[in-house]
């Protein structure tokens, strides 16, 4: 156990009543918290940790105390800005390339970032505020947050991200919607729990929207990193025969994870495993392998993706799409029985955490240095200093 994850758990809280909402007082007359502000699109400049207020709650919000946050791709990228359709290559390259000035309009998720932003995806924290009228049966409860939010309901596709479209968790308190907020009852550590949310959410709605079966022979590729390892669990949970890409230094632990056959990150697939072999691909590299994975699907497979960490622009065979009624399936928003489906995963124990390594949350930059170099396998996690009490 980590020096962080101790002091972590040592964290007591203890109920008080303060402005007709139930508070667990682990602030006591503070008024500012600890967190790290992103100033704008460039490079690690623009990561400032510094004291900023406390969130104040509005109708049907929380306030939750973040014990622990995971380190995603999808900071880094919309820190870069490499969202924007002007980025051609990869995020390693956004990221060696990225001036400390630069404003790019079109470099987030769904509308122009808003800076100073609060980023941090994943979220393991303790409930320690409730809006007036909200239930207070949640104060106290150690949650994860689902961080894809659907405000006008699961028939839309339109979806709202923590850290993206409002502050987020690289802080010692985030507020949320009360609705976004799942209570688990499982043994893990709050640094276990934090690699969960963004990776594996993202993982299980790939999975559940390409409609993995027992039947399916499932490619994954970067399986190692945390999307990629987590959909080697979820798609063998599910039954389906996995075949896998990772770099050499890390086949034997993605096959540690139920994977039937791994290849090493750039052999040739079409050669490998042939055309016309596999039901479903998940891949979140895209780049020069796209062309391949098309061609190894069987007729009527079904392609999923969420990101394209190789780069995002491919070569596309209109003549293999059509040909071989292939389904292409983008997966973003996440679908309504995605997080409970985790929730009750964890608390079975049908899933494993991968943590790679923690960092105190002032040290985000050398973690994200790190998470740049591509070689750990699981996911980092970033802890806030534990509040006065």
């Not at 939750?64 to 380190?71: D, N, P, R, S």
């Not at 790019?104 to 509308?111: K, P, Q, T, Y």
Request: with cysteine; charged share 20%; glycine share 10%.
């Amino acid at each position: 156990m980590s020096d962080y994850q101790q002091r972590n758990d040592m964290t007591t809280v203890k109920p008080v009543l303060r402005n007709s909402r139930c508070r667990f007082d682990v602030t006591g007359d503070e008024t500012t918290m600890k967190a790290v502000v992103t100033t704008g699109n460039g490079g690690y400049g623009k990561l400032e940790y510094k004291d900023v207020p406390i969130p104040q709650l509005g109708s049907g919000e929380v306030l939750i105390q973040v014990l622990a946050a995971g380190v995603n791709n999808t900071e880094i990228n919309t820190r870069l800005g490499w969202y924007s359709s002007s980025v051609t290559g990869s995020t390693e390259d956004a990221a060696g390339q990225s001036s400390p000035d630069s404003t790019i309009a079109d470099g987030g998720w769904n509308e122009p970032t808003q800076f100073p932003l609060i980023q941090g995806t994943d979220c393991c924290g303790r409930v320690i505020e409730v809006a007036a009228g909200e239930d207070s049966s949640m104060l106290g409860s150690r949650v994860l947050v689902r961080a894809c939010m659907r405000r006008e309901g699961f028939a839309s596709m339109e979806n709202f991200w923590m850290a993206s479209d409002f502050d987020g968790a690289f802080a010692q308190y985030v507020k949320v919607p009360a609705s976004e907020v799942f209570a688990v009852d499982c043994d893990w550590s709050d640094i276990e729990l934090a690699t969960i949310p963004c990776a594996y959410g993202t993982a299980e709605n790939m999975v559940h929207r390409a409609a993995v079966s027992n039947r399916d022979s499932v490619l994954v590729s970067g399986a190692s990193g945390g999307v990629g390892s987590a959909v080697v669990q979820l798609a063998r949970r599910r039954g389906a025969k996995v075949y896998a890409i990772a770099g050499k230094s890390k086949i034997d632990q993605v096959y540690s994870l139920g994977a039937e056959r791994v290849l090493e990150r750039g052999t040739d697939i079409l050669v490998s495993l042939g055309k016309n072999s596999v039901d479903v691909v998940i891949d979140n590299v895209a780049g020069d392998t796209f062309g391949q994975l098309i061609e190894i699907l069987k007729r009527g497979g079904r392609y999923a993706s969420s990101g394209a960490i190789g780069g995002p622009l491919v070569t596309l065979d209109m003549r293999s799409f059509y040909l071989k009624d292939l389904n292409l399936i983008g997966c973003t928003a996440w679908d309504e029985q995605v997080f409970p489906n985790l929730i009750w995963y964890i608390e079975k124990g049908d899933i494993v955490p991968l943590v790679a390594k923690t960092f105190a949350l002032e040290d985000i930059v050398e973690a994200q240095q790190e998470f740049l170099k591509k070689t750990h396998f699981g996911n980092f996690v970033l802890i806030p200093p534990v509040p006065n009490t």
